[in-house]
């Protein structure tokens, strides 16, 4: 043997002893840093069985610090919130539950107030497609002609498939008097192009007004906001007193609101049973009865529904249809049927989380399926639903030229009531 070749031998027999006993020393490091990082999760709250992905978290999270290139990406504000936003959407209750940024959840407090500041439009996530639920009564969205059922694919020339829900939100919201350049790809028209400047929106939540020439009255929930039971209350008795014989319930495009709220109206037209059902995490059922005391019980009854009824809208529709009490009239609705609970994080964001999923009084599901209508009508392409304020342009005769398809059909099944 060689001097060379012992040189060789020697030196690898010195070297792979070295790397055994660095690689236990790293596994020793790692299994002791392991349990000091298991005992401190664990007194934090960590439920038992977690220690595992709780440590591969870590490990990620450490890796990514010390060897991404782009470290100016490296805000850990931004790795915890998008960890955050990742746990969300690997729940699958897509549209629904949602982290909230810090400045989302200021925004999602104020549409609940129903004064904000933005183009007012109801966005969710399909399929990682940013989906337009509805374009709010009067707001610069509604006026720009965004309809329910549009795709958003950029604003401000960036694309959003796939962006956080609380992200998207954050860039078409804004301050008032500022614009925003949204391309959208409409169903029937192709791509389509819009810049429309921001607004402080206040919603009209509760319209209504007697259709010219009939005794229906056309009343419009706009949004399930607070005090809209009180509001609709209101409606009814007034449109009784002006000799309305029936009522056609509008629910197009509201994107919900308050489930206490939805209760409020469904009571008001039903003089017994439940408005849902809720189920909860351990598959216990709680029945949610109707508030006695309705004021238009027996008032002939039709509800207009479309793809932008959501969450408390498709509440009251059920419940409708379940008791028999109406007709439903349009095309699917959206499909959102979990209870949201907000929990508070500690850095002013939320988790709008699912902790219950809601059923119709006979026990069935709506949750990403919708509630189909009892009489299919589609909706026209050329002009938006008539809200309650357009009526006053129309007489008994033009009336039925007004283009809205879905509403002539309820009002010619009401008018069959009297």
Not at 87 to 105: E, I, K, S
């Amino acid at each position: 043997m060689t001097n060379e070749s012992q040189e060789k031998l020697t030196l690898l027999s010195w070297r792979l002893p070295r790397r055994r006993y660095l690689w236990a020393l790293s596994l020793a490091a790692a299994l002791y840093g392991g349990v000091l990082f298991d005992r401190m999760v664990l007194m934090a709250g960590m439920p038992r069985g977690a220690e595992r992905e709780f440590v591969l978290f870590t490990q990620a999270w450490n890796i990514i610090q010390r060897h991404y290139v782009d470290r100016s990406a490296l805000a850990a504000t931004n790795l915890t919130r998008g960890a955050i936003q990742g746990m969300t959407d690997a729940l699958g209750d897509t549209g629904h539950t949602t982290y909230l940024n810090p400045q989302a959840r200021r925004h999602a407090d104020s549409a609940m107030r129903a004064k904000f500041s933005g183009i007012g439009v109801e966005v969710q996530m399909k399929n990682r497609q940013a989906v337009i639920v509805a374009a709010l009564d009067g707001s610069p969205a509604w006026r720009a002609g965004l309809r329910a059922g549009d795709l958003i694919l950029e604003v401000d020339g960036q694309g959003v498939t796939g962006m956080p829900l609380g992200e998207l939100r954050d860039l078409i919201t804004g301050p008032s008097g500022e614009p925003v350049r949204l391309s959208v790809l409409d169903p029937v028209n192709g791509r389509q192009q819009f810049t429309i400047v921001r607004a402080s929106i206040k919603v009209a939540d509760v319209t209504w007004r007697m259709l010219p020439g009939t005794k229906a009255a056309h009343l419009r929930v706009a949004m399930f906001s607070d005090g809209v039971g009180k509001e609709a209350r209101k409606a009814l008795l007034a449109m009784q007193k002006e000799g309305a014989k029936g009522v056609i319930l509008d629910l197009r495009n509201d994107p919900g609101g308050a489930v206490e709220e939805a209760v409020a109206v469904a009571s008001e037209f039903l003089s017994g049973g439940n408005v849902f059902l809720e189920r909860d995490a351990q598959g216990k059922i709680t029945p949610e009865p109707v508030i006695a005391g309705g004021v238009a019980t027996n008032l002939p009854l039709v509800v207009l529904i479309n793809g932008g009824s959501a969450s408390a809208s498709e509440i009251v529709a059920g419940a409708m249809r379940d008791a028999h009490r109406a007709v439903l009239v349009g095309t699917n609705t959206f499909g959102t049927g979990t209870v949201l609970q907000n929990f508070p994080l500690a850095d002013g964001s939320s988790l709008l989380l699912a902790v219950a999923e809601w059923l119709t009084p006979s026990g069935r599901s709506f949750w990403h399926k919708g509630i189909k209508p009892d009489a299919a009508v589609a909706s026209s392409t050329n002009s938006p639903p008539l809200r309650p304020d357009d009526a006053a342009k129309f007489t008994a005769e033009t009336l039925q030229d007004c283009g809205d398809a879905q509403l002539l059909k309820a009002l010619a099944l009401l008018s069959a009531e009297f």
